[in-house]
């Protein structure tokens, strides 16, 4: 059964520096990865989606994420962190033996210090 | 820009009582899900919904769950008998097709359900 995993369940970092969150996928066949985002009191809002086309996948207000097969990961990145991007963060897989099940990772929390 | 809404936000109830959450997913997707997270853990899928019936559920969703497409635009899960552990939030979601990698998951705000 395919599963993700999120190292550090808390991440913090100065504004304007780089963004690493950590994602690691477990899938016996090629996955449908993806990253949300959830703000304070709001809903889960994809920040980008890999379906295979291309490895590295430019996502919304800056972020990209690189699919790597030969290790597992899906991390996600952005090179200069704002304050606005203080939220939680979820890595997920599509499960290949549904048409409809995403399933999720244990989620990041991403703090900015001023 | 569409999104789902979904209410209420936040819900209160007795153990053993009925709720019903509701969401009015956007306009022209024709797939519908539900998705629960119990506080310090993962999100998880509950059930997909489309022309009108049932396509997929988890373990999660046993005999107490139900959803229900009542009219064109509203969604509803319903809890017939709560239990402490139902305590969680409720996320609906959407999507124009059911292809978890050929087409995204529109979700909603959530509904925190608490149960005393």
């Known amino acids: 059964a395919q599963s993700v995993t999120q190292l550090g369940s808390h991440v913090s970092v100065s504004e304007g520096a780089l963004v690493l969150l950590r994602c690691n996928y477990s899938?016996?066949?090629?996955?449908?990865l993806f990253w949300y985002v959830q703000y304070p009191n709001q809903g889960l809002q994809l920040l980008l989606k890999y379906t295979s086309a291309a490895t590295l996948v430019k996502g919304i207000n800056g972020f990209e994420a690189e699919f790597k097969k030969s290790e597992t990961s899906f991390h996600l990145t952005k090179p200069s962190a704002h304050m606005s991007d203080a939220a939680e963060y979820f890595c997920a897989v599509s499960d290949q033996s549904s048409a409809s099940k995403i399933i999720f990772g244990s989620g990041t929390r991403l703090s900015i210090r001023p | 820009e569409p999104e789902v809404t979904q209410t209420p936000s936040h819900q209160v109830t007795q153990m053993g009582q009925e709720v019903i959450l509701r969401c009015v997913p956007i306009?022209?997707?024709?797939?519908f899900y539900w998705y629960r997270q119990i506080l310090g853990q993962k999100v998880e899928f509950l059930v997909s919904f489309y022309n009108n019936e049932i396509s997929e559920k988890s373990e999660i969703f046993d005999d107490q769950f139900s959803v229900e497409r009542p009219d064109g635009s509203n969604f509803t899960l319903k809890i017939r008998s709560t239990k402490l552990e139902d305590s969680a939030m409720y996320f609906c979601?959407?999507?124009?097709?059911?292809?978890?990698?050929?087409?995204?998951?529109?979700f909603g705000p959530g509904t925190r359900l608490t149960v005393l």
């Open positions: 979601a959407s999507s124009e097709a059911m292809s978890a990698g050929g087409d995204t998951q529109y």
């Open positions: 899938s016996s066949v090629p996955p449908y």
């Open positions: 306009s022209n997707h024709l797939y």
